[in-house]
C-alpha cells in the first residue's frame, strides 16, 4: 500500500475549522473538517470516517488540498456540451423573433418553438430540440408574454408625444386654478358587461380541454369607471347604455369623490360623449382627452381586464338585475383594495 501523503504544514486543525464555518459550500466543509481531524493527529482511517468516503477518496482531497489549499476541496463546475448555437446565430434568432414572422412566408402569425426551430434548420443546417431552443430564448432574455392590444389605425408617434407634453398640460391647467389647489389625476373609461361573457383560463387536470357556461342572450349593462391611483380611490355608476346623460351622472359622482378644495384632471377618450358640447361638467373637473385609438393610455382598461378575469367571467347572468348587481359587486370589491388600484392604475410618466 502506499504510503500517506502528509499534509502541507502551513495549516492548523484550528484554521481549517474556522474554514469550515466559514464556508458556504457543504462538501467543502465536510472535506476540511475531515482533514483537520488528521491535523488534530487522527488517522486517515478517522478521516474517511468522518467525511463517508474510502480512504482513497482521502489520498486525493489531501493531494487536492496540498496543490491549491481550501480552493482545492470546492467541486469545479463541469464544463458542460458545446452549445449548439454560437453568438452569431444567436444574434440572428434573437432579430427574427423580434421582428416576427411573414405569414405569406412563415406560414404562422406568430413564433411556435418548432416554427423558430425550423427557422434554425433552415438558415442554418441545425437541429435544435424545443427544450433546448426554450433554454437559449430565456438565457437571451425572452419569455413567452401576453401582447397588449394596438390599435391597427394607431398614430405611431401619439403616445410618446402625448407623455412628453402630458406635464405641460397639467401645469397649463394648474395655471387656471387659485394657486395651491391640489390636483388630482383621474382616469375614466365605459366596460360593457352582459350575458354574451367572456371565458377566461382556468385551472384543470393536464390532458383535459376544460369547459365553462356560455350565455347567448344579449341583456347587458355598461359600468361607468373612474380611478384616482395617487390616491386610491374610485367612483362608478352602473347604466343601461352610454350617452351624454349617462357621462354627466358620472361625472357628479366623480365630483363628489375628489377631495374637498381639490381640482381632478379627468383623462378619457374621445368618445362622442365624452366631448359632448351638452355634457354638464363640475367645476371641480378638467376633461383632459387622450390621443384618439391610444387605449394604453388609459390603467381603466387593465381595470376592467381585472375585474373580468376575477370577478365577471365564466359567469351565466339570469337577468338584467343579476348584470347589475355582480357590476356593483366587482366596483365595490376593488375600492376596497386602494392598493390594488395603486397597483394598476399609477403610471411613472404620468405620477413620476
Given at each position: 500500500?502506499?504510503?500517506?501523503?502528509?499534509?502541507?504544514?502551513?495549516?492548523?486543525?484550528?484554521?481549517?475549522?474556522a474554514?469550515?464555518r466559514?464556508?458556504?459550500?457543504a462538501?467543502?466543509?465536510?472535506?476540511l473538517?475531515?482533514?483537520?481531524?488528521?491535523?488534530e493527529g487522527?488517522?486517515?482511517?478517522?478521516?474517511a470516517q468522518?467525511g463517508?468516503v474510502?480512504?482513497?477518496t482521502v489520498?486525493?482531497?489531501?493531494?487536492?488540498?496540498?496543490?491549491?489549499?481550501p480552493?482545492g476541496?470546492?467541486?469545479?463546475?463541469?464544463p458542460g456540451?458545446?452549445?449548439?448555437l454560437d453568438?452569431?446565430q444567436?444574434?440572428a434568432l434573437?432579430?427574427?423573433v423580434?421582428?416576427?414572422p411573414?405569414?405569406?412566408?412563415h406560414?404562422?402569425?406568430?413564433?411556435?418553438?418548432?416554427?423558430?426551430?425550423q427557422w434554425?434548420?433552415d438558415?442554418f443546417?441545425?437541429?435544435v430540440?424545443k427544450?433546448?431552443?426554450?433554454?437559449?430564448l430565456?438565457?437571451?432574455?425572452?419569455r413567452?408574454?401576453?401582447?397588449?392590444?394596438?390599435?391597427h389605425?394607431?398614430d405611431?408617434?401619439?403616445?410618446?408625444?402625448?407623455k412628453?407634453?402630458?406635464s405641460?398640460?397639467?401645469?397649463?391647467?394648474?395655471?387656471?386654478?387659485?394657486?395651491g389647489?391640489a390636483?388630482e389625476?383621474?382616469?375614466?373609461d365605459?366596460?360593457?358587461?352582459?350575458?354574451?361573457?367572456?371565458?377566461?383560463?382556468?385551472?384543470?387536470?393536464?390532458g383535459t380541454?376544460?369547459?365553462?357556461?356560455k350565455d347567448?342572450?344579449?341583456?347587458?349593462?355598461?359600468?361607468?369607471?373612474?380611478?384616482?391611483?395617487?390616491e386610491g380611490?374610485?367612483?362608478?355608476?352602473?347604466?343601461?347604455?352610454?350617452?351624454?346623460?349617462?357621462?354627466?351622472?358620472?361625472?357628479?359622482?366623480?365630483?363628489?369623490a375628489?377631495?374637498?378644495?381639490?381640482?381632478?384632471?379627468?383623462?378619457?377618450?374621445?368618445a362622442?360623449?365624452?366631448?359632448s358640447?351638452?355634457?354638464?361638467?363640475?367645476?371641480n373637473?378638467?376633461?383632459?382627452?387622450l390621443?384618439s385609438?391610444?387605449?394604453e393610455?388609459n390603467p381603466?382598461e387593465?381595470?376592467?381586464?381585472?375585474m373580468r378575469?376575477?370577478w365577471?367571467?365564466?359567469?351565466?347572468?339570469k337577468?338584467?338585475?343579476?348584470?347589475?348587481?355582480?357590476?356593483?359587486f366587482?366596483?365595490n370589491?376593488?375600492?376596497?383594495?386602494?392598493?390594488?388600484?395603486?397597483s394598476?392604475?399609477?403610471?411613472?410618466?404620468?405620477?413620476?
Amino acid at each position: 500500500m502506499a504510503a500517506a501523503v502528509a499534509l502541507r504544514a502551513d495549516f492548523t486543525a484550528t484554521r481549517m475549522r474556522a474554514l469550515a464555518r466559514s464556508s458556504g459550500d457543504a462538501n467543502q466543509v465536510r472535506r476540511l473538517l475531515a482533514l483537520a481531524t488528521i491535523y488534530e493527529g487522527g488517522t486517515r482511517s478517522d478521516a474517511a470516517q468522518l467525511g463517508g468516503v474510502g480512504l482513497q477518496t482521502v489520498r486525493d482531497w489531501v493531494l487536492r488540498f496540498n496543490a491549491a489549499g481550501p480552493d482545492g476541496l470546492i467541486d469545479a463546475v463541469p464544463p458542460g456540451g458545446v452549445p449548439l448555437l454560437d453568438n452569431a446565430q444567436r444574434r440572428a434568432l434573437a432579430q427574427i423573433v423580434e421582428s416576427g414572422p411573414i405569414p405569406a412566408s412563415h406560414g404562422v402569425v406568430r413564433w411556435r418553438l418548432i416554427d423558430l426551430a425550423q427557422w434554425v434548420w433552415d438558415e442554418f443546417a441545425i437541429s435544435v430540440s424545443k427544450q433546448t431552443l426554450s433554454r437559449e430564448l430565456r438565457a437571451m432574455g425572452y419569455r413567452k408574454l401576453s401582447a397588449r392590444p394596438r390599435h391597427h389605425a394607431q398614430d405611431d408617434d401619439a403616445i410618446p408625444t402625448f407623455k412628453k407634453n402630458f406635464s405641460a398640460e397639467v401645469a397649463t391647467i394648474r395655471a387656471t386654478l387659485p394657486r395651491g389647489t391640489a390636483i388630482e389625476l383621474w382616469w375614466q373609461d365605459e366596460a360593457r358587461v352582459g350575458q354574451k361573457n367572456g371565458i377566461t383560463r382556468r385551472w384543470a387536470r393536464r390532458g383535459t380541454r376544460p369547459s365553462a357556461p356560455k350565455d347567448q342572450r344579449t341583456a347587458s349593462a355598461y359600468i361607468y369607471g373612474a380611478i384616482c391611483p395617487a390616491e386610491g380611490k374610485g367612483a362608478a355608476l352602473v347604466l343601461p347604455r352610454c350617452n351624454t346623460q349617462g357621462m354627466a351622472l358620472h361625472l357628479a359622482e366623480i365630483s363628489a369623490a375628489v377631495a374637498p378644495g381639490a381640482h381632478a384632471i379627468l383623462l378619457l377618450d374621445q368618445a362622442g360623449w365624452h366631448g359632448s358640447g351638452a355634457l354638464i361638467v363640475p367645476s371641480n373637473i378638467t376633461l383632459l382627452p387622450l390621443p384618439s385609438k391610444c387605449p394604453e393610455l388609459n390603467p381603466v382598461e387593465n381595470v376592467w381586464q381585472f375585474m373580468r378575469d376575477n370577478w365577471l367571467s365564466n359567469r351565466i347572468f339570469k337577468s338584467y338585475a343579476d348584470i347589475l348587481d355582480h357590476c356593483c359587486f366587482a366596483w365595490n370589491r376593488l375600492v376596497d383594495q386602494p392598493w390594488l388600484i395603486m397597483s394598476i392604475g399609477l403610471r411613472s410618466w404620468a405620477h413620476g
